[in-house]
Nanobody
Framework: QVQLVESGGGLVQAGGSLRLSCAAS????????MGWFRQAPGKEREFVAA????????KYADSVKGRFTISRDNAKSTVFLQMNSLKLEDTAVYYC?????????????????WGQGTQVTVSS
């Protein structure tokens, strides 16, 4: 049974920073792409960032490029999302997910396992 647990969400003022963590358990973690997604109220879940198994190759949504950084620690089966210069429109529930081994898709349908999410609220 694969389990993903996100943490690190909270309330932050615009311009501030947060670091999200996602701890995986129940299987070998390193082979797969890991992704972060978010879902705001009334909107579809959208891609935020992904990282290949080696931790070097990354991909970002245009809306977060230059502000967010994804990283991973395979020894600890954990993936991180450092979020800087947060904006009101970054408010959402953030989810991590396990994706395919050989690509970094942005579609939710290509990710197999999901965490429960962590709320990020950016205030003015």
């Amino acid at each position: 049974q694969v389990q993903l647990v996100e943490s690190g969400g909270g309330l932050v003022q615009a311009g501030g920073s947060l670091r999200l963590s996602c701890a995986a358990s129940g299987r070998t973690f390193s082979p797969e792409t890991m992704g972060w997604f978010r879902q705001a109220p009334g909107k579809e879940r959208e891609f935020v960032a992904a990282i290949r198994r080696g931790g070097i190759v990354t991909k970002y949504a245009d809306s977060v490029k230059g502000r967010f950084t994804i990283s991973r620690d395979n020894a600890k089966s954990t993936v991180f999302l450092q979020m800087n210069s947060l904006k009101l429109e970054d408010t959402a529930v953030y989810y991590c997910a396990i994706g395919p081994r050989w690509s970094m898709p942005s579609r939710t349908s290509e990710y197999n396992y999901w965490g429960q999410g962590t709320q990020v609220t950016v205030s003015s």
